[in-house]
């Protein structure tokens, strides 16, 4: 079985439609399945990362989150994150969906927050789960939370108020000792949205409730 056919297998297995949201689900970059192909190879981490995945997703009544320990993002001042290896944890559905509110979605990535400017939202320390769908600009809603990477590939915790009537978005925090900042949309080009968070809690509630993978 070649590359394209193992992925074309993927994404089947995934119900995903196009190769981008198979990266996505991979948390590689769109291009790098191009790569795969014109080598002929995938690199035994990512099929090792897929495997892992696959098995902890297949079950109905668990959900995949990624796991991100190495990875926070920040309230207050940007923080560069390299390192993104991540953990596969298989969470009860019921717990999610019924005792957190979280939609039901097969798969969430949860990073860490480092500071005090979303408070009291979130807290700093706090565990965020982010749905990575809801990754574009269009995608974001008015006065969604979201994680966004700048050019200067910080990573932020931040929420985006938009205005109906102008070009204009506010970055803004939730904690009123912190200053807002007002940009133009075409300001934000350098900008990858990461996604939004839907979910924000103490690691603690997650010990009788999660299965690492």
């Known amino acids: 079985m070649d590359v394209k056919e193992i992925l ?3 994404k089947s297995e995934q119900k995903l439609k196009t190769y981008k949201d198979l990266a996505i689900f991979l948390g590689v970059a769109p291009n790098t399945l191009d790569v795969w192909k014109q080598r002929g190879s995938i690199p035994p981490k990512n099929i090792l990362k897929y495997i892992q995945m696959h098995s902890s997703i297949k ?7 990624r796991y991100f320990p190495d990875i926070y993002a920040s ?7 390299e390192n993104e290896n991540f953990q596969i944890i298989s969470v009860d559905k019921t717990f999610l969906t019924e005792v ?4 039901y979605q097969t798969q969430y990535d949860m990073i860490k927050i480092h500071g005090e400017s979303m408070e009291p939202f979130i807290q700093n320390g706090s565990f965020i789960i982010i749905d ?7 995608k974001i809603r008015n006065a969604d939370v979201v994680i966004f990477r700048n050019s200067d590939n910080e990573l932020f915790c931040k929420r985006i108020l938009k205005n109906a ?3 204009d978005i506010v970055i803004s925090s939730d904690n009123f000792n912190f200053g807002d900042k007002k940009v133009k949309k075409s300001a934000l ?3 990858v949205f990461i996604g939004v968070v839907i979910c924000s809690c103490n690691a603690k509630i997650f010990l009788n409730q999660i299965e690492k993978v």
């Not at 079950?59 to 989150?65: E, L």
């Not at 309230?75 to 560069?80: H, R, V, W």
């Not at 990575?132 to 269009?138: A, E, F, G, I």
């Open 8 to 10: 074309d297998q993927w």
């Open 189 to 191: 080009k350098d900008h």
């Open 100 to 103: 957190l509110g979280v939609p």
């Open 132 to 138: 990575t769908t809801r990754n574009s600009l269009d």
């Open 75 to 81: 309230a207050g001042f940007g923080n560069a994150n």
């Open 165 to 167: 009537f102008d070009d």
């Open 59 to 65: 079950s109905s009544d668990t959900i995949s989150i």
